[in-house]
Protein backbone atom coordinates (compact mmCIF):
# COMPACT_ATOMS: atom_id res chain seq x y z
CA UNK A 1 0.00 0.00 0.00
CA UNK A 2 1.02 3.63 -0.69
CA UNK A 3 0.18 6.18 1.59
CA UNK A 4 0.32 9.61 1.02
CA UNK A 5 -0.17 12.83 3.15
CA UNK A 6 -1.49 15.69 0.50
CA UNK A 7 -2.96 19.21 0.54
CA UNK A 8 -4.00 20.01 4.01
CA UNK A 9 -2.63 16.96 5.60
CA UNK A 10 -5.03 15.05 4.06
CA UNK A 11 -4.52 11.31 4.11
CA UNK A 12 -4.40 9.18 0.75
CA UNK A 13 -3.56 6.05 -0.56
CA UNK A 14 -1.83 6.15 -4.04
CA UNK A 15 -3.17 3.50 -6.64
CA UNK A 16 -1.72 3.67 -10.42
CA UNK A 17 -2.41 8.11 -11.23
CA UNK A 18 -5.00 8.51 -8.36
CA UNK A 19 -4.92 9.33 -5.00
CA UNK A 20 -8.03 8.32 -2.78
CA UNK A 21 -8.89 10.40 0.03
CA UNK A 22 -9.19 8.10 3.13
CA UNK A 23 -9.08 10.62 5.90
CA UNK A 24 -12.88 9.49 7.78
CA UNK A 25 -11.86 6.06 7.93
CA UNK A 26 -9.16 6.14 10.43
CA UNK A 27 -8.37 8.11 13.56
CA UNK A 28 -6.73 10.74 11.38
CA UNK A 29 -6.55 14.47 13.12
CA UNK A 30 -5.21 17.16 9.68
CA UNK A 31 -4.03 19.64 12.75
CA UNK A 32 -1.65 16.62 14.38
CA UNK A 33 -0.85 14.68 11.01
CA UNK A 34 2.40 13.21 12.76
CA UNK A 35 0.43 11.47 16.01
CA UNK A 36 -2.49 10.43 13.46
CA UNK A 37 0.05 8.73 11.43
CA UNK A 38 2.03 6.76 14.61
CA UNK A 39 -1.57 5.61 15.32
CA UNK A 40 -2.11 4.81 12.09
CA UNK A 41 1.15 2.13 11.83
CA UNK A 42 -0.26 0.67 15.36
CA UNK A 43 -3.41 -0.22 13.81
CA UNK A 44 -2.37 -0.97 10.45
CA UNK A 45 -3.15 -4.64 10.26
CA UNK A 46 -6.88 -4.11 11.62
CA UNK A 47 -7.50 -1.42 9.24
CA UNK A 48 -5.62 -2.34 6.18
CA UNK A 49 -8.75 -4.35 4.69
CA UNK A 50 -10.64 -1.51 5.37
CA UNK A 51 -8.79 0.94 3.11
CA UNK A 52 -8.92 -0.95 0.09
CA UNK A 53 -12.04 -1.77 0.29
CA UNK A 54 -12.72 1.73 0.22
CA UNK A 55 -10.68 3.00 -2.54
CA UNK A 56 -13.77 4.27 -5.05
CA UNK A 57 -14.15 6.60 -7.53
CA UNK A 58 -15.83 9.10 -5.43
CA UNK A 59 -12.79 9.77 -3.31
CA UNK A 60 -10.59 9.36 -5.48
CA UNK A 61 -8.80 12.57 -7.07
CA UNK A 62 -5.67 12.68 -10.24
CA UNK A 63 -2.64 12.51 -8.40
CA UNK A 64 -1.53 15.60 -10.59
CA UNK A 65 -3.93 17.48 -9.19
CA UNK A 66 -2.97 17.57 -5.63
CA UNK A 67 -0.04 18.95 -3.62
CA UNK A 68 1.95 15.83 -1.47
CA UNK A 69 3.43 16.89 1.62
CA UNK A 70 6.25 15.05 3.20
CA UNK A 71 5.27 11.65 4.22
CA UNK A 72 6.47 11.58 7.49
CA UNK A 73 5.83 15.02 8.98
CA UNK A 74 7.49 15.14 11.67
CA UNK A 75 9.90 12.17 12.41
CA UNK A 76 11.45 12.01 15.91
CA UNK A 77 14.75 11.62 14.74
CA UNK A 78 16.91 10.96 11.51
CA UNK A 79 19.30 8.42 11.50
CA UNK A 80 21.63 8.37 8.60
CA UNK A 81 24.56 5.79 7.04
CA UNK A 82 27.81 7.63 5.62
CA UNK A 83 29.59 6.13 2.67
CA UNK A 84 27.06 2.79 2.85
CA UNK A 85 28.04 1.87 -1.10
CA UNK A 86 30.91 -0.01 -2.03
CA UNK A 87 31.59 2.47 -5.09
CA UNK A 88 30.84 5.58 -2.98
CA UNK A 89 33.17 4.66 -1.00
CA UNK A 90 35.98 4.12 -3.64
CA UNK A 91 35.13 7.34 -4.69
CA UNK A 92 35.53 9.44 -1.34
CA UNK A 93 38.48 7.48 -0.47
CA UNK A 94 39.89 8.66 -4.07
CA UNK A 95 38.79 11.63 -3.59
CA UNK A 96 39.76 12.30 0.02
CA UNK A 97 42.71 9.89 -0.08
CA UNK A 98 41.34 8.91 3.27
CA UNK A 99 40.76 4.69 4.10
CA UNK A 100 38.79 5.67 7.24
CA UNK A 101 35.75 6.75 4.78
CA UNK A 102 33.76 3.41 5.77
CA UNK A 103 30.28 2.96 7.49
CA UNK A 104 32.59 0.12 9.78
CA UNK A 105 34.38 3.19 10.76
CA UNK A 106 32.13 5.91 10.85
CA UNK A 107 28.86 4.43 11.99
CA UNK A 108 26.06 6.76 11.74
CA UNK A 109 25.22 10.54 12.11
CA UNK A 110 22.27 12.49 13.07
CA UNK A 111 20.06 14.96 10.69
CA UNK A 112 17.84 17.60 11.88
CA UNK A 113 14.01 16.65 11.32
CA UNK A 114 13.11 20.43 11.46
CA UNK A 115 15.38 19.67 7.49
CA UNK A 116 12.35 17.77 6.15
CA UNK A 117 10.58 19.02 2.99
CA UNK A 118 8.02 17.24 0.64
CA UNK A 119 7.78 16.33 -2.98
CA UNK A 120 7.75 19.72 -5.54
CA UNK A 121 9.20 22.01 -2.41
CA UNK A 122 12.34 24.36 -2.79
CA UNK A 123 16.19 23.30 -1.65
CA UNK A 124 16.85 26.36 0.02
CA UNK A 125 20.89 26.91 -0.75
CA UNK A 126 22.89 28.88 2.31
CA UNK A 127 26.13 29.43 0.83
CA UNK A 128 26.70 30.99 -2.87
CA UNK A 129 30.76 30.33 -2.48
CA UNK A 130 30.37 26.89 -1.16
CA UNK A 131 29.61 23.79 -2.66
CA UNK A 132 26.62 21.64 -2.05
CA UNK A 133 26.00 18.36 -3.43
CA UNK A 134 22.26 15.67 -4.23
CA UNK A 135 22.64 12.43 -2.43
CA UNK A 136 20.10 10.17 -3.37
CA UNK A 137 18.96 7.27 -0.19
CA UNK A 138 16.33 4.91 0.17
CA UNK A 139 14.89 5.28 3.33
CA UNK A 140 12.28 3.69 5.81
CA UNK A 141 10.34 4.73 8.74
CA UNK A 142 10.14 2.70 12.29
CA UNK A 143 6.66 0.96 13.02
CA UNK A 144 7.53 -0.04 16.20
CA UNK A 145 9.77 0.33 19.51
CA UNK A 146 13.21 -1.32 18.46
CA UNK A 147 16.43 -2.34 20.78
CA UNK A 148 18.88 -4.40 20.22
CA UNK A 149 17.30 -5.67 17.16
CA UNK A 150 19.26 -8.50 15.11
CA UNK A 151 19.14 -7.93 11.02
CA UNK A 152 17.02 -10.85 10.89
CA UNK A 153 14.21 -9.79 12.58
CA UNK A 154 14.86 -5.93 11.40
CA UNK A 155 12.11 -6.18 9.22
CA UNK A 156 9.16 -7.31 11.61
CA UNK A 157 10.26 -3.28 12.84
CA UNK A 158 9.92 -1.13 9.45
CA UNK A 159 6.12 -0.47 8.45
CA UNK A 160 7.49 1.29 5.11
CA UNK A 161 10.00 2.66 2.56
CA UNK A 162 10.19 5.89 0.63
CA UNK A 163 12.93 8.01 -1.28
CA UNK A 164 15.03 10.65 0.90
CA UNK A 165 17.88 13.11 -0.97
CA UNK A 166 20.80 14.07 1.69
CA UNK A 167 21.70 17.23 0.59
CA UNK A 168 25.08 18.47 1.81
CA UNK A 169 27.07 21.59 2.36
CA UNK A 170 31.00 20.06 1.78
CA UNK A 171 33.54 21.35 4.23
CA UNK A 172 35.34 20.91 7.40
CA UNK A 173 32.32 20.88 10.16
CA UNK A 174 30.76 17.43 11.61
CA UNK A 175 27.66 16.20 9.18
CA UNK A 176 25.22 16.60 10.89
CA UNK A 177 25.81 20.72 10.77
CA UNK A 178 26.73 20.57 7.00
CA UNK A 179 23.05 17.68 6.43
CA UNK A 180 20.95 19.93 8.75
CA UNK A 181 20.16 23.00 6.85
CA UNK A 182 16.24 23.56 6.64
CA UNK A 183 15.25 21.98 3.62
CA UNK A 184 18.61 19.55 3.17
CA UNK A 185 15.82 16.32 3.45
CA UNK A 186 13.39 16.00 0.99
CA UNK A 187 11.57 12.78 0.86
CA UNK A 188 8.79 11.45 -0.53
CA UNK A 189 6.59 11.07 -3.06
CA UNK A 190 4.33 9.00 -0.41
CA UNK A 191 5.15 5.87 2.29
CA UNK A 192 5.16 2.27 0.40
CA UNK A 193 4.40 -0.44 3.20
CA UNK A 194 6.47 -2.93 4.06
CA UNK A 195 4.33 -5.60 2.70
CA UNK A 196 4.44 -4.41 -0.56
CA UNK A 197 7.87 -3.67 -0.82
CA UNK A 198 9.41 -7.25 0.72
CA UNK A 199 12.79 -7.07 -0.69
CA UNK A 200 14.06 -3.48 -0.18
CA UNK A 201 17.92 -5.00 -0.70
CA UNK A 202 16.87 -5.19 -3.99
CA UNK A 203 15.77 -2.06 -5.98
CA UNK A 204 17.07 0.40 -8.36
CA UNK A 205 17.53 3.87 -7.25
CA UNK A 206 18.13 7.05 -10.00
CA UNK A 207 18.66 10.55 -9.44
CA UNK A 208 19.01 13.31 -11.87
CA UNK A 209 19.46 16.81 -12.07
CA UNK A 210 17.59 18.47 -14.53
CA UNK A 211 17.82 15.87 -17.65
CA UNK A 212 21.35 14.65 -16.52
CA UNK A 213 21.47 11.57 -14.92
CA UNK A 214 23.63 11.74 -12.11
CA UNK A 215 23.50 8.41 -9.74
CA UNK A 216 22.06 4.78 -10.60
CA UNK A 217 22.71 1.93 -8.37
CA UNK A 218 20.63 -1.17 -6.72
CA UNK A 219 20.50 -1.55 -3.38
CA UNK A 220 21.92 -4.78 -3.49
CA UNK A 221 25.61 -2.76 -3.53
CA UNK A 222 24.93 -1.35 0.09
CA UNK A 223 27.39 -2.16 2.41
CA UNK A 224 25.12 -2.30 5.54
CA UNK A 225 21.48 -3.49 3.75
CA UNK A 226 18.59 -2.06 5.07
CA UNK A 227 18.31 -5.00 8.00
CA UNK A 228 22.03 -4.26 9.28
CA UNK A 229 21.46 -0.63 9.38
CA UNK A 230 18.96 -1.13 11.22
CA UNK A 231 20.64 -3.95 13.50
CA UNK A 232 23.65 -1.21 13.84
CA UNK A 233 21.40 1.38 14.64
CA UNK A 234 19.29 -0.15 17.13
CA UNK A 235 22.17 -1.65 19.50
CA UNK A 236 23.75 2.10 20.06
CA UNK A 237 19.99 3.91 20.87
CA UNK A 238 16.11 2.85 20.92
CA UNK A 239 14.38 3.34 17.81
CA UNK A 240 10.94 4.74 18.12
CA UNK A 241 7.74 4.80 16.14
CA UNK A 242 8.36 7.59 13.31
CA UNK A 243 11.90 7.75 13.46
CA UNK A 244 13.57 7.66 10.20
CA UNK A 245 16.70 5.77 8.78
CA UNK A 246 18.27 6.47 5.56
CA UNK A 247 20.94 4.30 4.16
CA UNK A 248 23.34 6.46 2.63
CA UNK A 249 24.09 6.83 -1.35
CA UNK A 250 25.62 5.44 -4.42
CA UNK A 251 28.61 6.79 -6.40
CA UNK A 252 27.69 10.14 -8.47
CA UNK A 253 27.29 12.75 -6.04
CA UNK A 254 27.73 15.74 -7.58
CA UNK A 255 26.54 19.20 -7.21
CA UNK A 256 23.28 21.67 -7.29
CA UNK A 257 22.46 25.27 -7.97
CA UNK A 258 20.12 27.64 -8.18
CA UNK A 259 17.70 26.98 -10.72
CA UNK A 260 18.27 23.28 -11.13
CA UNK A 261 15.59 20.66 -10.97
CA UNK A 262 17.00 17.23 -8.65
CA UNK A 263 14.35 13.93 -9.35
CA UNK A 264 14.65 11.02 -7.65
CA UNK A 265 13.11 7.64 -8.41
CA UNK A 266 13.28 4.46 -6.27
CA UNK A 267 11.90 0.85 -8.18
CA UNK A 268 8.23 -0.06 -6.65
CA UNK A 269 8.62 3.38 -4.61
CA UNK A 270 8.11 6.01 -6.67
CA UNK A 271 9.58 9.36 -7.76
CA UNK A 272 9.32 12.82 -6.79
CA UNK A 273 11.36 16.16 -7.72
CA UNK A 274 12.06 19.37 -6.08
CA UNK A 275 13.77 22.31 -6.89
CA UNK A 276 16.80 24.74 -5.97
CA UNK A 277 17.24 28.13 -5.02
CA UNK A 278 19.74 30.29 -2.79
CA UNK A 279 18.21 31.03 0.51
Known sequence: MKIAIFNDSTLGIVHNDKIYDVTDLVSW??????????TLMNNYSEIKGKLEANLTTE????LVDVKLNPPVPKAGKIVAAPVNYYLHQDEMNEQFNNAEFTIENLGFFLKAPSSVIGPDDTIKLPFKDRRTDHEAELAFIVGKQAKDVPASEAHKYIFGYFGLMDITVRGKEDRPWRK???TFTPIGPWIVT???LDKPNEVDLNLWVNDEKRQEANTRD?????????EAASQVMTLEPGDILTTGTPQGVGPITEGDIVSLQIERVGRFKVSVEYK
Open 194 to 196: ADE
Open 222 to 230: LIYDCYKFF
Open 59 to 62: RAQD
Open 180 to 182: SFD
Open 29 to 38: DRKYPQQSLL
